[in-house]
């Protein structure tokens, strides 16, 4: 697979007309976009993804549905259909897309990346059953639904339970807030 090439924007999520090679964006901590897509059930079950063993971050934890960078040129949105359709093998529209939020991410780790990520975050209802998903095998290691109630437990101890990346609790808090209101 080639080397993504991305939109480097400003700090305040401005585009600067500028691209550079994702792990350019990575080593020099320019801005970027990535898309996340929380699929839920009208149930109640949030479905989350396991990251892949061989991830540079936070490999084994549970996280997001579907995440990914937005490649140079793309829309935020086609962006996130494009991650979609890659990690887990469903296609869906823009329709489909309710835009939650943009959260920043600005964290930098020990093996050297220096992540300044806008978290475009948008929840979308799983019409399918979870065996009709195909995870991407370098970035999903699998795919569960857990319950809102489920969600929330092991929030509470995200700190040491070694289940959700505990950087992440009041981002997924806000997602969770974000689901509840949708199926009310």
Not at 99 to 110: A, M
Not at 140 to 167: P, R, Y
């Amino acid at each position: 697979m080639n080397e993504e090439t991305l939109d480097i924007v400003t700090q305040t999520g401005a585009p600067t007309g500028k691209t550079a090679l994702k792990f350019v964006v990575h080593n020099k901590g320019h801005y970027h976009n990535t898309a996340h897509i929380w699929f839920y059930t009208l149930t109640g079950k949030i479905l989350l993804a396991q990251r892949a063993a061989s991830k540079a971050l936070y490999p084994l934890l549970w996280d997001v549905s579907v995440a990914g960078h937005v490649d140079a040129g793309e829309s935020v949105a086609q962006g996130g259909i494009r991650e979609v359709h890659e990690e887990i093998g469903l296609s869906i529209t823009e329709k489909d897309l309710q835009k939650i939020g943009v959260f920043e991410c600005f964290q930098s780790y020990p093996n050297g990346i220096i992540d300044n990520e806008f978290h475009h975050t948008y929840i979308v209802v799983l019409n399918v059953p979870l065996d009709a998903l195909t995870p991407q095998p370098e970035e999903v290691e699998a795919l569960k639904l857990v319950s809102i109630s489920e969600f929330k437990d092991l929030l509470v101890s995200s700190d040491t339970n070694g289940h959700f990346v505990a950087s992440n609790r009041d981002y997924y808090l806000k997602v969770l807030e974000a689901v509840k209101l949708a199926i009310i």
